[in-house]
């Protein structure tokens, strides 16, 4: 029996306004007669880890631990790159981020790229997308896509404002993320008034900002995203006494790696423990303003008595550090960055069931389709969720069950090598660039969640062991050199597309503050290395 006592807070969905409805779509192939509906809620930087205890412990979030007690959720669950762009392009492809080659924020897919809502619909699903896509190619602003390019240049330049908080003292400011509640309010609206009264199934996905940090206006003209804003109403929703405030090792012993990310990321200097508590604390309001957005769409769909017919998904695309290991954003393999919630109740599917499995997000695309019941195509890179949540099924015993390990890599901006991360059960191996020219890591996540200790030195066969599977799935050396090539090959051609202005243009975005005060020596930095090879720089 779904009990759904707090039903009061979906009745503010009644009163918005109708639907756009240039999103829907209709399949002309006859979808299978008991396929069920699905609803797929994703939203931006939510820590999977908050999902399951202890992290659940610091902030209410019923709604999700009401898909945890009707559904399975997966314990283990990664990006398969952490960051906006290229995490979304394998969602929506099935493919790892090397096939896809979405390699930062402003290279993702083709627009006309088929995904599996596409291939949905021409099996007779009715299709209608809503707010925060993002894994098409060409968005982004200039500086996070020169950033990028740039990260092999020799130079280290603030690329963020510094961290902070800003809160709305009002007891009942709810609506704080307007942009979200408003495509929250256009989903509900298409279910109540189209949705409802379909024959076919329907798929519906919602996309949310939250809890990405808002723009940084002030850390320049192409600001970043450091502000970690909410309205007292949140913020009450979280247990300030169980925030833990992370270990941060001296600055002198950070991987070299992690040092640049966090320089980049404005945060070497100092921050007192009631900040990096304040910082914890909004974030998780935020994410407990994302949680209601998800309660929203689960409570029309209970009201439409459409719930019972709904396969219902939530995910992000990523995780959100918040000051661990001395950062904010994601961009890292480190758990809080790179660990993903994912829970899925409906019909057929487990109750009250955590599964310890490493999965990720490239395995939403064949389970989508597995749920409508369509053939898996075979060059995917994910596997059906299906078989490992689904109540026990005779057809399932012929399908091939997910392997021991999930990939993850970057390739963007804040991080100056190509990064590449093999998680299995208890290892998690994170090797860099070509193998050789950057000291890999490697954490036994069982014995040390926190991530403190990298033992690869220690234990030399576990690491050469991961690193030998790692190359065997993915030719990494020879994956860093292309996305190195192309950095060099966008980042001449931008330089080309501005001409005479490129000085000043370059010397205006994010990094203004540092590069203003030394712009010849950060320019020569740059014609140094557009006159080197391609081979990374050893670090």
């Given at each position: 029996?779904?009990?759904?006592?707090?039903?009061?807070?979906?009745?503010?969905?009644?009163?918005?306004?109708?639907?756009?409805?240039t999103?829907?779509r209709?399949?002309?192939?006859?979808?299978?007669?008991?396929?069920?509906?699905?609803?797929?809620?994703?939203?931006?930087?939510?820590?999977?880890?908050?999902?399951?205890?202890?992290?659940?412990?610091?902030?209410?979030?019923p709604?999700?631990?009401?898909?945890?007690?009707?559904?399975?959720?997966?314990m283990?669950?990664?990006?398969?790159?952490?960051?906006?762009?290229?995490?979304?392009?394998?969602?929506?492809?099935?493919?790892?981020?090397?096939?896809?080659?979405?390699?930062?924020?402003?290279?993702?897919?083709?627009?006309?790229?088929?995904?599996?809502?596409?291939?949905?619909?021409?099996?007779?699903?009715?299709?209608?997308?809503?707010?925060?896509?993002?894994?098409?190619?060409?968005?982004?602003?200039?500086?996070?896509?020169?950033?990028?390019?740039?990260?092999?240049?020799?130079?280290?330049?603030?690329q963020?404002?510094?961290?902070m908080?800003?809160?709305i003292?009002?007891?009942?400011?709810?609506?704080?993320?307007?942009?979200?509640?408003?495509?929250t309010?256009?989903?509900?609206?298409?279910?109540?008034?189209?949705?409802?009264?379909?024959?076919?199934?329907?798929?519906?996905?919602?996309?949310?900002?939250?809890?990405?940090?808002?723009?940084?206006?002030?850390?320049?003209?192409?600001f970043?995203?450091?502000?970690?804003?909410?309205?007292?109403?949140?913020?009450?929703?979280?247990?300030?006494?169980?925030?833990?405030?992370?270990?941060?090792?001296?600055?002198?012993?950070?991987?070299?790696?992690?040092?640049?990310?966090?320089?980049?990321?404005?945060?070497?200097?100092?921050?007192?423990?009631?900040?990096?508590?304040?910082?914890?604390a909004?974030?998780?309001a935020?994410?407990?303003?994302?949680?209601?957005?998800?309660?929203?769409?689960?409570?029309?769909?209970?009201?439409?008595?459409?719930?019972?017919?709904?396969i219902?998904?939530?995910?992000?695309?990523?995780?959100e550090?918040?000051?661990?290991?001395?950062?904010?954003?994601?961009?890292?393999?480190?758990?809080?960055?790179?660990?993903?919630?994912?829970?899925?109740?409906?019909?057929?599917?487990?109750?009250?069931?955590?599964?310890?499995?490493?999965?990720?997000?490239?395995?939403?695309y064949?389970?989508?389709?597995?749920?409508?019941?369509?053939?898996?195509?075979?060059?995917?890179?994910?596997?059906?969720?299906?078989?490992?949540?689904?109540?026990s099924?005779?057809?399932?015993?012929?399908?091939?069950?997910?392997?021991?390990?999930?990939?993850?890599?970057?390739?963007?901006?804040?991080?100056?090598?190509?990064?590449?991360?093999?998680?299995t059960?208890?290892?998690?191996?994170?090797?860099?660039?070509?193998?050789?020219?950057?000291?890999?890591?490697l954490?036994?996540?069982?014995?040390?969640?926190?991530?403190?200790?990298n033992?690869?030195?220690?234990?030399?066969?576990?690491?050469?062991?991961?690193?030998?599977?790692?190359?065997?799935?993915?030719?990494?050396?020879k994956?860093?050199?292309?996305?190195?090539?192309?950095?060099?090959?966008?980042?001449?051609?931008?330089?080309?597309?501005?001409?005479?202005?490129?000085?000043?243009?370059?010397?205006?975005?994010?990094?203004?503050?540092?590069?203003?005060?030394?712009?010849?020596?950060?320019?020569?930095?740059?014609?140094?290395?557009?006159?080197?090879?391609?081979?990374?720089?050893?670090?």
């Open positions: 029996m779904l009990l759904l006592c707090v039903s009061v807070v979906a009745a503010s969905a009644l009163a918005a306004p109708a639907p756009e409805t999103g829907e209709q399949g002309t192939v006859q979808a299978w007669p008991d396929a069920p509906n699905v609803v797929l809620v994703v939203s931006d930087s939510f820590d999977g880890r908050l999902t399951f205890y202890p992290g659940s412990q610091v902030v209410t979030l709604f999700i631990n009401f898909m945890k007690a009707h559904g399975t959720s997966f283990n669950a990664y990006t398969n790159s952490p960051i906006c762009c290229p995490s979304r392009a394998a969602m929506w492809s099935g493919l790892f981020t090397h096939l896809t080659e979405s390699w930062n924020n402003f290279k993702g897919l083709d627009p006309n790229y088929t995904t599996w809502m596409d291939i949905m619909e021409k099996h007779g699903y009715r299709t209608q997308k809503f707010g925060k896509l993002d894994y098409t190619a060409g968005h982004h602003s200039i500086s996070n896509r020169v950033e990028a390019w740039t990260r092999d240049v020799a130079f280290l330049l603030r963020e404002g510094r961290p908080v800003n809160l003292p009002k007891k009942t400011k709810v609506r704080v993320m307007e942009e979200d509640w408003k495509n309010d256009r989903a509900v609206n298409w279910l109540r008034k189209g949705a409802v009264n379909y024959t076919q199934p329907f798929v519906l996905y919602l996309g949310l900002n939250l809890p990405h940090p808002y723009p940084s206006p002030s850390s320049g003209e192409n970043g995203s450091s502000t970690f804003h909410t309205s007292l109403y949140w913020l009450k929703k979280v247990s300030f006494d169980d925030i833990k405030v992370p270990t941060w090792l001296p600055l002198s012993e950070m991987h070299p790696i992690d040092y640049y990310s966090s320089y980049t990321k404005n945060c070497t200097g100092k921050f007192t423990e009631k900040e990096i508590k304040n910082i914890r909004f974030y998780y935020m994410c407990a303003e994302t949680d209601a957005m998800l309660g929203e769409i689960i409570l029309a769909l209970r009201q439409l008595d459409l719930l019972e017919k709904t219902v998904i939530y995910t992000s695309d990523h995780g550090l918040a000051m661990e290991h001395r950062q904010f954003y994601k961009m890292s393999m480190y758990e809080a960055s790179a660990h993903v919630p994912l829970l899925i109740m409906g019909p057929g599917i487990k109750a009250n069931v955590q599964l310890s499995d490493v999965v990720s997000l490239v395995d939403i064949p389970t989508m389709l597995d749920i409508a019941g369509i053939p898996l195509p075979q060059n995917l890179s994910g596997y059906s969720l299906l078989p490992l949540s689904e109540v099924k005779n057809e399932h015993k012929f399908k091939t069950l997910h392997p021991p390990w999930i990939l993850s890599e970057f390739h963007g901006c804040n991080v100056n090598a190509s990064t590449y991360m093999l998680r059960n208890q290892w998690k191996y994170i090797a860099y660039s070509d193998g050789v020219s950057v000291l890999p890591q954490f036994d996540v069982s014995s040390d969640p926190d991530e403190l200790t033992i690869a030195t220690e234990f030399p066969e576990i690491t050469y062991s991961l690193d030998q599977k790692l190359r065997s799935i993915i030719n990494y050396p994956v860093s050199a292309s996305v190195h090539q192309y950095n060099k090959e966008q980042f001449i051609k931008w330089k080309q597309s501005i001409g005479q202005n490129y000085s000043n243009v370059i010397a205006n975005l994010r990094w203004h503050q540092d590069w203003l005060k030394e712009p010849r020596k950060y320019e020569s930095a740059i014609d140094q290395w557009l006159k080197t090879s391609t081979n990374p720089k050893k670090i």
